[in-house]
């Protein structure tokens, strides 16, 4: 009954943030592809707003503020992807490339 159906709507919101989330991710690395790195960044911030505790999505901004020049956002988004996911190599390989 009630319960039931009162679970429904947070379930369906979640499943909607996740395939949001997906479709700024392709979309960012589509942007980053194509050499649009402030476009990039601006699409991984909108997905990790809708799925902040991905380290992939951390990894990709940081990519993209690391093209940009912006090493201290690249390094922030790099620690956050490792705190994440510590065993990711690809989070450790990021703070590198920000701090180097």
Do not use: C
Request: proline share 3%.
């Amino acid at each position: 009954g009630a319960h039931t159906s009162a679970l429904l709507p947070s379930s369906r919101d979640s499943s909607r943030a996740a395939t949001m989330a997906d479709a700024h991710k392709a979309a960012g690395n589509e942007s980053f592809k194509e050499g649009r790195y402030a476009e990039a960044a601006q699409h991984f911030t909108a997905a990790i707003d809708l799925d902040p505790g991905n380290a992939v999505l951390r990894s990709n901004r940081s990519g993209a503020f690391a093209s940009l020049g912006r090493y201290a956002d690249a390094l922030a988004d790099a620690e956050e992807a490792v705190a994440l996911q510590p065993d990711w190599s690809k989070g450790y390989s990021r703070m590198a490339a920000a701090l180097y």
